[in-house]
């Protein structure tokens, strides 16, 4: 069964310090993860795609399918990244279904 | 100009009344979804409709039904309201499946009375 658990509900950093959302997933097969953050009062966005190996605004996130992790990260956190963050699992292949996790609501600090 | 776009914002209606929200994306995408967000801000996937197809319907009750008469447009008819259906109700789409990632609407929030 496909299950995403984002193991922190708040994570509360200080302006200029690391952070790092943590995101395990459960998939038999090839997994597309993703990572998406929706601000106060906005839709949810599309952060990143991990096929895409991107970064976007200093965030990202590196696929371990040894630790079927998908943690995001970023070295230097800033008040405007205070967001509630959702990691999101879709099954590969060209499935119509994606799981998200419970959500981390990120918390940074002035 | 909205990419995906969900009508109205804000519906606040009594228990027992019929209700609709609309769903529209100008992106060309093939498929669209409906997604639930409860009180905790958890996300579970109700139904997803690829080409005005519907591919998933996550056991969501009969009192719940989506309709999509082209695949520009999805919308969510809700018969019965119950308290229990309060919740803010997303709307999204994709290139093709899930693989490519979502383009989310603004969302729904339905308070039921």
């Known amino acids: 069964a496909q299950r995403v658990t984002q193991p922190e509900k708040l994570l509360s950093v200080f302006k200029g310090a690391p952070v790092e959302l943590k995101c395990n997933y459960s998939y038999s097969g090839s997994p597309e993860l993703f990572w998406y953050v929706q601000y106060s009062r906005q839709r949810l966005q599309l952060l990143l795609r991990h096929i895409s190996r991107e970064s976007i605004k200093g965030f990202t996130a590196d696929l371990n399918k040894g630790e079927t992790s998908f943690h995001l990260k970023k070295p230097f956190a800033q008040e405007e990244d205070s967001a509630m963050y959702y990691c999101a699992l879709a099954s590969g292949g060209g499935g119509f279904k994606t799981i998200f996790g419970a959500g981390t609501r990120l918390f940074v600090k002035a | 100009d909205t990419a995906v776009s969900q009508t109205p914002k804000y519906l606040v209606t009594q228990m027992g009344n019929d209700k609709s929200i609309k769903c529209e994306q100008n992106l060309g995408h093939d498929t669209m979804y409906w997604y639930k967000q409860d009180s905790k801000k958890f996300l579970k996937i109700m139904f997803s409709y690829n080409n005005k197809e519907l591919i998933i319907n996550e056991t969501v009750p009969n009192r719940f039904s989506p309709k999509s008469p082209d695949k520009a447009h999805l919308n969510l008819h809700i018969n019965s309201l119950e308290l229990g259906d309060s919740a803010v109700y997303f709307c999204?789409?994709?290139?093709?499946?899930?693989?490519?990632?979502?383009?989310f609407g603004s969302g729904t929030r339905l308070t039921v009375v």
């Open positions: 999204a789409s994709s290139p093709g499946g899930s693989d490519y990632g979502y383009t």
